[in-house]
């Protein structure tokens, strides 16, 4: 039994006016000390597949395990305590509080964990220095380019060091020189601190760092990067550094 994330033919469909076929029947498994890329186009699946990983979305059929524990037959309480404690989440759309600074929008994680207040801000500190924003400490969210308040979101999800880090989109508002920070930052703590890393990207740098790559298309997982991501990326980058 793995001590990491294990999915198990996952299937969610959304049903309204005709039934989106979301994720169909994905199974993956992350060790601790892994980083997995998830690539796939837009409406693919991918944050349905993190959001039912992190147990904020329930699956029509299939398992979810972490550590060797059924997530899926978690009860409210295990299942706040899971995302507490275990899971690390960025979201796509990454919200922070406006009127607080960065530091405080990091501590939040810790202060929901009882941590005190004088000791969340200072672990917060490093955390923000590791993602860049030493200089932005004390910003508050209205000060910040949507690059650094991603970043900020970034090392909330990381800052009471969880054992699962579910990614969506990290370096989506960065430029290139940035996301290969965040991307080898994650990779270095999926391997120094043996977390297991799922990260949803569009960004063919995600695959230099990442141990697997797969792809979701239409609900569905294959092994290996789209080729077409790699051949024609958005944005200006490329993998390599080469331009044809
Ligand atoms: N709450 C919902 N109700 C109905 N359909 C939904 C809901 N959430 C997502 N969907 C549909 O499910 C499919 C997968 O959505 P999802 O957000 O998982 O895709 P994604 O791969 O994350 O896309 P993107 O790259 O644009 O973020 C899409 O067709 C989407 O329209
Ligand atoms: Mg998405």
New binding site residues.
Partial sequence: MSDGLELREIVKH?R?GEV?R??DGVSLGIEPGELVALY????????????IAGAFLAPDAGTVRFAGRDVTAFSASERALYQRRDVGLVQ?SYHLSAGSTAIDNVAVKLLADRVPLAEARHRVIPWLERVGLGERLRYTPDRLSGGEGQRVALARALVNEPRLVLA??PTAHLDRRRSRDMLALLAKIAHERSVAILV?T?DPEAAAVADRTHT?SD?RLTSGVPRDLLAVPEGAATLGGAQP
């Fill in positions: 959304y309204g989106v979301a994720v796939g186009p837009s409406g693919s699946g991918k944050t349905t597949l993190l959001s796509q969506d989109e949803v569009h979701l609900g």
